[in-house]
């Protein structure tokens, strides 16, 4: 067991802090730093990420449950331990991450390109793959992207969240928001011109693209 003493930093200490683009931390310089006290030592966040949003109607249900005690012997209360109710719903999120890749590479210093490289591969890789671990021993949320949307450039950033303004609906949602998201791409680059040159893209539904293909992508 680790045991940590809460304690006041002195001046000393937060000044020797490491300076804005001396991290060697990828989590730093990615998601930044702010200290009050100490403003030589925060550094800008390089990466942004969006709330998730369902790109459908939701219904929220609900679980009702009991709890057993198995040391009561009935002799003078009897029935549950616990009567509780969790609310849940199922649904297919659209998620938005932006990262300036020139701040990543400033933050960790310009001779940690290899490091910035690992960074966004094992972020880009943790969105695809890894599940939020909140109720996961209730309700086994494992899933993983099944869609995903690369794309690189010297323009400004843009969300496409607009394509899922008016939900999506049918017995096939997931192919239904894919058509929306991509339609929205396509018109949002003819009336502003295209915001990548090559993006890469790897769609889980038709066998399409490659996760691997998405992490060199982003990487390089």
Same mark, same amino acid.
């Given at each position: 067991m680790v045991v940590?003493?809460?304690r006041d930093w002195t001046r000393k200490e937060l000044e020797s802090l490491p300076k804005e683009s001396d991290y060697s931390a990828a989590d730093l310089a990615m =998601?930044?730093?702010m200290l009050a006290s100490s403003p030589k030592a925060n550094a800008e966040a390089a990466v942004q990420v969006a709330h998730a949003i369902s790109v459908h109607e939701v219904a929220v249900e609900d679980d009702y449950f009991t709890a057993v005690d198995d040391l009561n012997e009935g002799a003078e209360d009897a029935g549950a331990a616990h009567i509780g109710e969790t609310e849940f719903?199922?649904? !297919? =999120?659209? !998620?938005?991450?932006c990262i300036d890749q020139e701040l990543l590479r400033h933050n960790l210093g310009d001779n940690n390109k290899d490091l910035a490289g690992k960074a966004l591969r094992a972020l880009t890789e943790a969105a695809a793959k890894i599940a939020p671990s909140g109720k996961q021993n209730s309700f086994a949320s494992r899933a993983r992207a099944s869609y995903i949307l690369a794309e690189k450039g010297d323009e400004q950033p843009r969300s496409l969240a607009v394509a =899922? !303004?008016?939900?999506?609906s049918g017995k096939d949602i997931l192919s239904e928001a894919i058509n929306a !998201?991509?339609?929205t791409r396509?018109?949002?680059d003819k009336v502003y011109g295209a915001s990548a040159k090559k993006p890469e893209l790897m769609n889980a539904v038709t066998g399409e693209g490659k996760l691997d293909a998405i992490l060199n992508y982003v990487a390089s």
């Open positions: 940590t003493e809460k =998601f930044g730093r719903a199922s649904g !297919l =999120f659209y !998620l938005y991450v =899922f !303004l008016k939900p999506v !998201l991509t339609t396509e018109n949002m």
